[in-house]
């Protein structure tokens, strides 16, 4: 669900000013519902297109990025989710899927916010200007927040107690609130949330950089607990959600979850305990100072449950295809090789010492970097 950088789509848009493109004739449609897509030519977007394209219970696909995808059997409108115009490609549309979203751990926090936000609110306008009567939003079971008295597993009613203080996290609560304010704002237009857990596959975020560290860090006196979601599963859920099975707001991810010290036993990867203070002060500083993208925020996600119930799409028939085991062994294959110390991404040169002095090192001495980068500011 990431976006490039803004003059990247400019670029792209510049490169090809053919907007459309489309469908190539093929199977016959069904009667069932028009879904448009947008984000429609990367990552989960991509492969919901790709799905509902297949699927003999979709009418058409309308594919909407800033360039074009590989899914043939579609139309494609190329244009940025922030343009007004977007409402006249939303036309003859049933159901949006809204999937356009930066979530890059490395883009500049107050343009990925921009983005975000702005496309979220131009979409739900030009969706009710356009006469959709539905629209699918995709944020993320961050959104519960991360604290030690939450229950195990949470109703997907509960409260959201997130802050703003993880990545990304502020944007999510915001397009929830707009998710909720638009359906009073346009009469007709209902909203549905999908909220995945740890999501994995093709996907880089705090959460799974986690699993790249030489050891697994944990926060003394704290009480993680890990639920994971496959693309694949993401997916058939939005389907779901597209399809009109379910409605509302959900959560989606494997049934149950681990507790660390399976996760410890089935990655092999030992942990390394250091206390709360000691943890969560050098991950604030080595952020402040820029050396690593991850701000304190992420680490909660790591210490405290957020496991969802998943009640709601198993009423409606719906299964997950992946266990927590397969998606954590599909993730360390996925990761391995890649080498990250306190949420920074190390060359292969760095890793080798990574690997030596460990994360400890890392962390512990975080004190000295701050003073080698304060000393560094002053001589400038």
Not at 66 to 72: C, K, N, Q
Not at 98 to 127: I, K
Not at 347 to 371: I, S, Y
């Amino acid at each position: 669900m990431s976006s490039p950088d803004p003059q990247v789509r400019a670029a792209r848009n510049l490169a090809d000013p053919s907007p459309e493109k489309k469908s190539v004739p093929g199977r016959p449609r069904g009667r069932g519902p028009v879904v448009a897509v947008t984000g429609a030519a990367t990552g989960v977007g991509e492969l919901l297109t790709a799905r509902l394209a297949a699927s003999e219970e979709i009418k058409q696909v309308i594919a909407i990025d800033e360039r074009r995808g590989e899914v043939s059997d579609a139309t494609w409108h190329l244009l940025d989710v922030r343009d007004p115009a977007i409402a006249d490609k939303l036309r003859g549309a049933d159901v949006v899927v809204h999937l356009a979203l930066d979530l890059d751990l490395e883009t500049d926090p107050a343009a990925r916010t921009a983005y975000n936000v702005r496309g979220t609110q131009t979409v739900l306008t030009a969706a009710a200007a356009a006469g959709v009567h539905r629209v699918v939003l995709c944020t993320s079971a961050m959104v519960y927040g991360a604290l030690p008295d939450n229950d195990l597993p949470l109703a997907e009613d509960a409260e959201l107690r997130a802050t703003a203080e993880a990545t990304g996290v502020g944007d999510l609560l915001e397009i929830e609130r707009l998710g909720r304010r638009a359906p009073r704002a346009h009469p007709g237009l209902h909203v549905t949330v999908v909220r995945p857990a740890v999501l994995v596959g093709g996907t880089d975020t705090a959460l799974t950089r986690y699993f790249e560290s030489p050891r697994l860090l944990v926060v003394a006196g704290s009480r993680p607990a890990w639920q994971f979601c496959h693309v694949e599963d993401l997916v058939t859920a939005l389907e779901y959600a597209a399809l009109e099975k379910i409605d509302g707001e959900f959560a989606v991810g494997c049934d149950g979850w681990l507790e660390q010290e399976e996760v410890e036993e089935l990655s092999g990867v030992r942990r390394m305990e250091l206390p709360s203070a000691v943890a969560l002060g050098a991950a604030a500083r080595l952020h402040r100072i820029g050396l690593t993208p991850s701000p304190a925020g992420d680490l909660a996600y790591t210490m405290h449950p957020w496991v969802v119930s998943v009640s709601r799409l198993h009423d409606a028939g719906w299964r997950p295809a992946w266990t927590n085991e397969e998606v954590l062994a599909a993730l360390l294959e996925e990761v391995e090789g890649r080498h990250t110390v306190a949420g920074r991404r190390l060359g292969r040169k760095d890793a080798t010492a990574a690997g030596a002095a460990g994360a400890t090192v890392a962390l512990l001495g975080t004190a000295a970097l701050v003073r080698r980068a304060r000393k560094a500011r002053r001589r400038i």
